[in-house]
T-cell receptor
Framework: GAVVSQHPSWVICKSGTSVKIECRSL??????MFWYRQFPKQSLMLMAT?????????EQGVEKDKFLINHASLTLSTLTVTSAHPEDSSFYIC???????????????FGPGTRLTVL | QKEVEQNSGPLSVPEGAIASLNCTYS??????FFWYRQYSGKSPELIMF????GDKEDGRFTAQLNKASQYVSLLIRDSQPSDSATYLC???????????FGTGTRLTIIP
């Protein structure tokens, strides 16, 4: 159980275009999803927290107008990189938070990631 | 500022031996502790979580939590070359949805 998918797994786009990445929880409902970015040989960097039916909460330094997040249902969150530039090239990973109903076992399960290359 | 610290490694362990990975955290309010494994070029995958003091075993993996000393460790018994990866320690505390990640320890199992 607790499977999270992402689509696409990789994308190459031209500078100035927008790219949408989908994150789905396949066998559980996720009121909260998270979007991370990871550059080569670096740690995960949390970009934003996405809550179903409300606005996303962005981490300090992350431009909300550039990285648009929509969490329209309990199983789907999308990240749109608007007007992408080469410096946005990175590995984008989502995670979905599964709640067991208890107070200790909220667990994040990660999607397989999307590798974005902006030319 | 809540911090999670791990030795970045690389940690080299002979095949068949026990690999021991350590993590310390700064916030005494930390509630749940997670170990993720990340292969190069892939996303993290959950190995196990622990929230009570003591040991928790799952197959070849044992997580150990000591809240008084604010550390959590992961033991991998009978290490295999396929265990070679970066291991991420993550912590959260009650009421906070986010996880705070350590920078990860790179583990190499030597055949």
């Amino acid at each position: 159980g607790a499977v999270v998918s992402q689509h696409p797994s990789w994308v190459i786009c031209k500078s100035g275009t927008s790219v949408k990445i989908e994150c789905r929880s396949l066998d559980f409902q996720a009121t909260t999803m998270f979007w991370y970015r990871q550059f080569p040989k670096q740690s995960l960097m949390l970009m934003a927290t996405s809550n179903e039916g409300s606005k996303a909460t962005y981490e300090q330094g992350v431009e909300k107008d550039k990285f648009l997040i929509n969490h329209a249902s309990l199983t789907l969150s999308t990240l749109t990189v608007t007007s992408a530039h080469p410096e946005d090239s990175s590995f984008y990973i989502c995670s979905a938070r599964a709640t067991s109903g208890g107070t200790h076992t909220d667990t994040q399960y990660f999607g397989p990631g999307t590798r974005l290359t902006v030319l | 500022q809540k911090e999670v610290e791990q030795n970045s490694g690389p940690l080299s362990v002979p095949e068949g031996a026990i690999a021991s990975l350590n993590c310390t955290y700064s916030d005494r309010g930390s509630q749940s502790f997670f170990w993720y494994r990340q292969y190069s070029g892939k996303s993290p995958e959950l190995i196990m979580f622990i929230y009570s003091n003591g040991d928790k075993e799952d197959g070849r993996f044992t997580a150990q939590l000591n809240k008084a000393s604010q550390y959590v460790s992961l033991l991998i018994r009978d290490s295999q070359p396929s265990d070679s990866a970066t291991y991420l320690c993550a912590v959260n505390y009650f009421g906070n949805e986010k996880l705070t990640f350590g920078t990860g320890t790179r583990l190499t199992i030597i055949p």
